[in-house]
């Protein structure tokens, strides 16, 4: 079975700067896929960024970057550039196969003016 | 494109009544998902679709939850009788077709208020 561990309950940040937000994982399997996916309030989740695990190279989208590191099963979030509207709940997401997503409990994340 | 539609937003009930949620997902996607999100955690899976067969329902609590997907396209969530840890987000998830990398769209919840 899959797990994902989110160790920060909340973070804050001042606009403009940089947040890396924390994610471990633990899974048996050799090909699986991790994500960030992004609750704003009262909105529907969105996905924020995607890994899979056979690349090595992190992942990228505009302001948003991941540090996967496979051996220590873990699977951080940057983002950079901070803005208003990227207060939200962030979660991290392990699934592999055809098994459904595996959803750690999130961060909260807000950034202040 | 049309997002994945669910209703009602909001619905407030007694416990031991009964309430029911329904999910539009995209159209053409295959697989259906249903997932639980108590308040400060994570969602937690509860059944999955793949057309109109259920794929895992293994953490679905059968005594009082159900869910069917009767053509493949829409489906209902309903719980009966509600108990008061069923107070949380009920939130509809769809994708083209099973597999691991594909990204999941969400509605934008249900929240199930149980008193």
């Known amino acids: 079975a899959q797990t994902v561990t989110q160790s920060q309950p909340e973070m804050s940040v001042q606009e403009a700067e940089t947040v890396t937000l924390s994610c471990t994982y633990d899974?048996?399997?050799?090909?699986?896929?991790l994500f960030w996916y992004k609750q704003p309030p009262s909105r529907q989740m969105i996905l924020v960024i995607r890994q899979e695990a056979y690349k090595q190279q992190n992942a990228t989208e505009n302001r948003f970057s991941v540090n996967f590191q496979k051996a220590a099963k873990s699977f951080s979030l940057k983002i950079s550039d901070s803005q208003l509207g990227d207060t939200a709940m962030y979660f991290c997401?392990?699934?592999?196969?055809?098994?459904?997503?595996?959803f750690g409990k999130g961060t909260r994340l807000s950034v202040i003016a | 494109e049309a997002g994945v539609a669910q209703s009602p937003r909001y619905k407030i009930i007694e416990k031991r009544q009964s309430v029911a949620f329904w999910c539009n997902p995209i159209s053409g996607h295959a697989t259906l998902y249903w997932y639980q999100q108590i308040l400060g955690q994570g969602p937690k899976l509860l059944i999955q679709f793949q057309n109109n067969g259920v794929v895992d329902d293994s953490q679905l609590p059968k005594d009082r939850f159900s869910a069917e997907r009767l053509k493949g396209v829409d489906s209902t969530l309903k719980i009966q009788p509600a108990k008061l840890e069923d107070s949380a987000v009920y939130l509809c998830a769809s994708i083209l077709t099973r597999g691991a990398s594909g990204e999941l769209f969400f509605g934008e919840g249900s929240r199930l208020t149980v008193l």
């Open positions: 997401a392990s699934n592999s196969g055809n098994t459904p997503l595996v």
């Open positions: 899974t048996s399997e050799n090909n699986y896929y």
